[in-house]
């Protein structure tokens, strides 16, 4: 067995465990929250705020560039299925005519958004690391797949769209339109994710390292715990409508 087609079965077993790859970074990163106590006491409470609120904008980036890569794709492609891999049509245009692998690219931006809010540079250095070279295996199993299912139009696209870093004059405007109740239907768990990787960061922070009492923080902090609230509500309400209602189904998407 050659060396790619190693990395592709990799890729494959990689694929269906990605949802719990982010567990192995749980010890680095309550060491990192550690040292991140004494940086705080050197830039201040005022500083460490606007850092946290400008990276939590930079993962909503990360989340935006999900959201405009879904709302324009047919149904049966770009999805969160685990289990295997699913490509009903080939996605070329909108965000797939400047960067191959979009939805990743909104991932890291989004993971690497919560990895700044910690300030310290070996855990951004470390997940980063790790996530490209699993990525690199994971994205290899799924081009293989493409190019069986696809072949010589596969190929094509590929050789000239560039896998990782979009190249924007390449832009070409999406076959579909824009789909918002597409978006909300499947989107909505990322979302919850994102806020809850960072109230549970900031909330480790604050009682357990830090040492602030419960009440003190509850006022000091009080925009984590009422934005938390909201988005947690939000997210639950589009929950119960995608799986009770047909509010959210759109025909072929």
Known sequence: MSLHQIMVKHGHTLFRLRSYIPLLFIGPLFLALRENAHLEDIVGDKAEDIWVLFCFIVSLCGLAIRWFTV???????????????????????????????????????????????????????????????????????????LEEQYGATYNEWRSKTPAILPNIRMWRTPDMKLSVRTILKREYPGLLGLATAFFVTEAVRDLFIEGETLSHWLVEDMAWPVTYAAIVLFCLTLRTLKKHTSVLKVEGR
């Open 71 to 145: 709302g324009f794709v047919p149904k049966g492609t770009s999805g969160r299925n685990t289990q295997s891999q699913r490509a009903t049509h080939l996605n070329t245009s909108g965000m797939y005519s400047i960067v191959r692998n979009p939805l990743y690219l909104g991932n890291f931006i989004t993971i690497l958004g919560l990895l700044m809010s910690i300030m310290v540079w070996w855990l951004v250095l470390i997940v980063s690391l790790v996530f490209f070279i699993y990525m690199e295996r994971i994205i290899l199993a799924e081009e293989s797949f």
